[in-house]
Nanobody, 121 residues
Framework: QVQLVESGGRLVQAGGSLRLSCAASGRTFSSYQMGWFRQAPGKEREFVASISRGGGKDYSDGVKGRFTISRDNAKNTVYLQMDSLKPEDTAVYHC???????????????WGQGTQVTVSS
């Protein structure tokens, strides 16, 4: 069982930066691929970024070059550094954990409650 708690979301102006954190419980954090997903009002949840057990990273086209995912296995924490934020980045951001990998939200077994990011124009 893995419990995930996100933090760091807030209101920020367009062009600004935020760093989201996701703290995981349990001793097996390093055995999971971790992902960030987001859901805007009236839209489906979408993949943002993932980081594999070995540190390999994957990004959606919409955030590539602006967002950076990282993990600290000693702290059981995954981060999402978000730069050059745009109003269309406004959403609830969730972290998730999977043993299987990929971008499909259905393959992620554990989810956090989410943190709200709002980008004003």
């Amino acid at each position: 069982q893995v419990q995930l708690v996100e933090s760091g979301g807030r209101l920020v102006q367009a062009g600004g930066s935020l760093r989201l954190s996701c703290a995981a419980s349990g001793r097996t954090f390093s055995s999971y691929q971790m992902g960030w997903f987001r859901q805007a009002p009236g839209k489906e949840r979408e993949f943002v970024a993932s980081i594999s057990r070995g540190g390999g990273k994957d990004y959606s086209d919409g955030v590539k070059g602006r967002f950076t995912i990282s993990r600290d296995n000693a702290k059981n924490t995954v981060y999402l550094q978000m730069d050059s934020l745009k109003p269309e980045d406004t959403a609830v951001y969730h972290c998730a954990a999977t043993k299987f990998g990929g971008r499909n939200s259905g393959s992620y077994e554990y989810w956090g409650q989410g943190t709200q990011v709002t980008v004003s124009s």
